[in-house]
């Protein structure tokens, strides 16, 4: 087995968050080292070039004017960016019925939930008012008795539970829900595009910002292809056994999902707290699939790209086409049951489903794209779920405590734990900085 | 690494339901090995001796006659029985008032989740007439909303939720509580002594069957101590790598829960909808503490050691003496919110908690045991929760259909797939014999 030396710390995982956790342990002057199990870096963001250069963004692509660690890392590295096409008419299926916007009585609903949201500290959910109640009921049940009317429940389960937490209202609480939202500061925040999480783009795709942080390391900082089988730790340090070999350090970022860090085996084994929050966090189930047209034909109907539905198994739609790039791109979203029976079918059959609702929303031409590009992130060994991981309910009120604990040498990073913009890579960012800073006071005082 | 051959099936776990797997597939003329990470076998069975000889179970312990795959081993082993001791009153606490048994109004709620209960067809819950309401709701909210009083409330959710499914009711959805209901056939079958799930203990402790169970298999068949890491499969067999070697196999059982089915590595990775089985099914986290004392002082008194509790942190006690035991036994369990809370203090305050509500249940000579042990399931590295793990709400109805079905030479066993006693040894026996008739009828067609 080789062996690989010491380090102040060694950083598992080089997503956002362990890249940027990296970062900040190298400012504060100590020795680093990032394990990788993929061959890449960037972790739930993955930009495809198809053979023509049109670029899709299989993961996380979006950006917005309050998620501050992001604009101040694109600042840093002169990456470009575009605004998210905006021009055109959005369509709203509200159960059959063609609206051009949300209609009232969600944004009554949005109006109520922002309203809870604010309730919720971000940085201890379980200690809200109302915490033990709405961490025992989930979010179907609080839309089920809200007195809204079964369209406009179904409407807030696929475009909240569905689009932003990327499940569905069954599988999540109340207040898990309402910690989200608080944590991005508000619906609107979220859903928007100008001024929200979609506003900005990337050119040349998302990725570029990971790829931009990883060759700002010191060569040889990343580790690729090297996953972390075994941790052997106690307060004094800790050896990690990789694929490849073994690495010892002082402390160390675990900067993967809660649920992918439970699949790491230590010794000793974690305390039952943390093995908790391991156990009911589940990754959202969001299925992204991309169609490309010779071009955008919709924006000729005076059409934006952006969808939302209430019915077929898509929820939403984005023009997601690259300024400049030889094709359009129309970007689908399913989530929740939609996404699980889309799995369940043969790929002619899920091509069927998902052209069909294309069709429907945009007109034939929908219907016979050049390219359908799946990527499902279930399905990858190293992510498990996207766009990000839940507590199940009840968790945030008996583990909440314990996420973000760290353990003797071992200190957590992941959007996952954070309290801003968690569940993006902006959350991911402020993560990785609050464990390295951990780090940092611990070695350093 | 060590090469250890090739076998028709190779068996992951010797809980109940690996050596029960094993025995079946040896029945049929199949060559078996089994590997088990730990140095025993019997999985959440585990029976501790004091010096002095008093036997404490630490983990499942009990059997009932309608359990008949366990009737069935006790027979074919000769192995000694006892009935519970059923002699003597019960304390019910009651929101603070003393009672005999369950009030009336708690009988009424049991009498409803029977009724709802019956209409869960246990092969396939999802397909249930309300499954996605039910799926989508939690027991905590079904009970709010049921028209009980708060105590019959709290006293369902910690004698239901907490004492069978060993969490709690905010935890898991009304489909899930009702499957496992269903799955026992009915509340009182569940919670009973005589003539329930309590009826029977073993004489010598539980494990003693599991003991049997292995030492019946020729000798060399289980492998213990040798955790699976990793596992290389395609439709033709597997390829085993444990800590101590490699293995090759025809067809694989996986006899663990499926939150441990999920840390082990797989090469290729799982379906997306088996993943989400492994994310979605968090182990309960009983906590059960034995009080020993030089006699069975309660006895005295007119008590039979059985309480029930809506306040304090136990929810259950139990008359645990084996016959003819040195000294003796009274059993505690806390479940969901209190057994986290014992699991945070510190191990003189977890003592306090503890002894004071024994206090207050049987006396001052309660107070101080010769003894008291602990044993944390939740931070036992290869069982991680107990009693067992159970579909968080929205589960049953999105992955459900995953929960058993193969995956090319993989089979999946572990009382978390049984349709009968789900959750108990009779269960895991279940589980294992049917993999090993899926196997059979694979291999020999």
């Not at 956790?21 to 495809?48: C, D, I, K, P």
């Not at 090297?226 to 990690?240: K, T």
């Not at 839940?390 to 990073?413: D, E, N, Q, S």
């Amino acid at each position: 087995m080789a062996r690989f030396g010491h380090y102040d710390a060694v950083v598992v995982g080089a997503g956002f968050a362990g890249l940027a956790a990296a970062h900040e342990l190298l400012r504060a002057g100590l020795t680093v080292r990032v394990l990788e199990a993929r061959s890449r870096v960037g972790g739930r963001v993955f930009t495809r070039y198809l053979p023509d250069g049109t670029q899709l963004d299989l993961g996380g692509q979006w950006i917005g004017p309050t998620q501050l660690n992001m604009v101040e890392l694109v600042r840093r590295y002169g990456i470009e960016t575009y605004p998210t096409p905006g021009h055109g008419a959005m369509i709203v299926d509200y159960g059959g019925q063609r609206l051009g916007d949300s209609p009232q009585e969600v944004l009554d609903v949005f109006a109520e939930i922002d309203s809870m949201a604010k309730q919720i500290p971000v940085e201890q959910p379980w200690s809200a008012p109302q915490a033990a109640e709405w961490d025992s009921r989930t979010f179907a049940s609080w839309l089920a008795d809200s007195g809204c009317s079964d369209v406009a429940a179904k409407f807030v389960d696929r475009v909240i539970s569905g689009g932003l937490l990327a499940g569905s209202a069954s599988e999540t609480s109340v207040l898990e829900t309402m910690f989200y939202i608080a944590s991005a500061g508000g619906v609107e925040p979220l859903l928007g595009y100008g001024g929200g999480a979609q506003d900005t783009r990337i050119v040349g795709g998302a990725q570029q910002i990971a790829n931009c942080m990883a060759s700002d390391l010191p060569a040889g900082t990343v580790h690729l292809s090297d996953p972390v089988l075994r941790i052997e730790h106690d307060g004094s340090g800790a050896r990690l056994v990789t694929r490849l070999g073994e690495h010892w350090a002082s402390r160390v970022v675990i900067a993967v999902p809660p649920m992918l860090a439970g699949r790491i085996q230590y010794d000793p084994p974690l305390p039952a707290l943390h093995e908790g929050v391991f156990q009911r966090m589940p990754a959202g189930t969001a299925m992204k699939v991309h169609a490309v047209y010779p071009e955008p034909f919709w924006r000729a109907d005076g059409l934006s790209g952006v969808a939302r539905s209430t019915t077929g198994v898509l929820t939403e739609t984005v023009d997601n086409t690259p300024p400049g790039a030889p094709r359009a791109v129309l970007t689908a979203f399913a989530y929740g049951d939609e996404a699980i029976m889309l799995r369940r079918c043969a790929p002619e059959e899920r091509r069927r489903l998902v052209l069909g609702q294309l069709g429907d929303l945009f007109g034939s031409r929908a219907l016979h794209p050049d390219e359908l590009v799946e990527f499902d992130w279930l399905a990858e060994e190293w992510t498990r779920g996207c766009f990000s991981g839940h507590f199940i309910p009840g968790g945030w009120t008996a583990f909440g405590a314990a996420l973000r604990k760290p353990v003797g040498a071992l200190h957590w990073a992941c959007t996952e734990t954070a309290v801003r913009w968690n569940g993006y890579f902006d959350g991911a960012v402020e993560s990785g900085r609050r464990a390295a800073e951990e780090i940092r006071l611990a070695l350093q005082g």
